[in-house]
T-cell receptor, first 116, second 115 residues
Framework: AQSVTQLGSHVSVSEGALVLLRCNYSSSVPPYLFWYVQYPNQGLQLLLKYTTGATLVKGINGFEAEFKKSETSFHLTKPSAHMSDAAEYFCAVSTILTGGGNKLTFGTGTQLKVEL | DTEVTQTPKHLVMGMTNKKSLKCEQHMGHRAMYWYKQKAKKPPELMFVYSYEKLSINESVPSRFSPECPNSSLLNLHLHALQPEDSALYLC??????????????FGPGTRLLVL
């Protein structure tokens, strides 16, 4: 079964500092990986996804992630944190369902706090 | 337009009540999903509809009854819920039912409190 592990349930950074949120995957087949963000009392919004091709993926709001097969990782980064980045971030892996649709299996999430 | 709408935003119900949650998308997506999210936890898949047919039920108790009346609409009927069913219920949709790569677009959720 495919799974993802997010290291660090809480990450705190200063405004303007580098953001690094860690995600490692476990999969016997090439994985399709996603990062979603959830602001308080809202649904999930896609930041970026890796399917095939370029291993460095750029997303919205200045975020990017690099797929590293040798390290089974898909860490999320942003060069300079902004106060508005404070949110819960979920890494997810996609599994196709025989009956149709795809199942997202989420990591446990990382709460990002941005301090002045 | 990548919007999934959900109503109501908040719902309080007693254990003997019957209520329904509604989800709508007009993106032409053919797969629709219900997720349950407890506080400080990731979303957990409950049901998947593919071309308006139930394709996955993740061992959800029968007090939750999904319905897909048409390709744009997804309902979740609730009956005789327990306090532990209190959670944020998220609806999502995706375009292609046959691909790993498809992005799921999430609605804002319905926050349910069962008293």
């Amino acid at each position: 079964a495919q799974s993802v592990t997010q290291l660090g349930s809480h990450v705190s950074v200063s405004e303007g500092a580098l953001v690094l949120l860690r995600c490692n995957y476990s999969s016997s087949v090439p994985p399709y990986l996603f990062w979603y963000v959830q602001y308080p009392n809202q649904g999930l919004q896609l930041l970026l996804k890796y399917t095939t091709g370029a291993t460095l993926v750029k997303g919205i709001n200045g975020f990017e992630a690099e797929f590293k097969k040798s390290e089974t990782s898909f860490h999320l980064t942003k060069p300079s944190a902004h106060m508005s980045d404070a949110a819960e971030y979920f890494c997810a892996v996609s599994t196709i369902l025989t009956g149709g649709g795809n199942k997202l299996t989420f990591g446990t999430g990382t709460q990002l706090k941005v301090e002045l | 337009d990548t919007e999934v709408t959900q109503t109501p935003k908040h719902l309080v119900m007693g254990m003997t009540n019957k209520k329904s949650l509604k989800c709508e998308q007009h993106m032409g997506h053919r797969a629709m999903y219900w997720y349950k999210q407890k506080a400080k936890k990731p979303p957990e898949l409950m049901f998947v509809y593919s071309y308006e047919k139930l394709s996955i039920n993740e061992s959800v108790p029968s007090r939750f009854s999904p319905e897909c009346p048409n390709s744009s609409l997804l309902n979740l009927h609730l009956h005789a819920l327990q306090p532990e069913d209190s959670a944020l219920y998220l609806c999502a949709s995706s375009q292609d039912v046959t691909s790993f790569k498809e992005t799921q677009y999430f609605g804002p959720g319905t926050r349910l409190l069962v008293l």
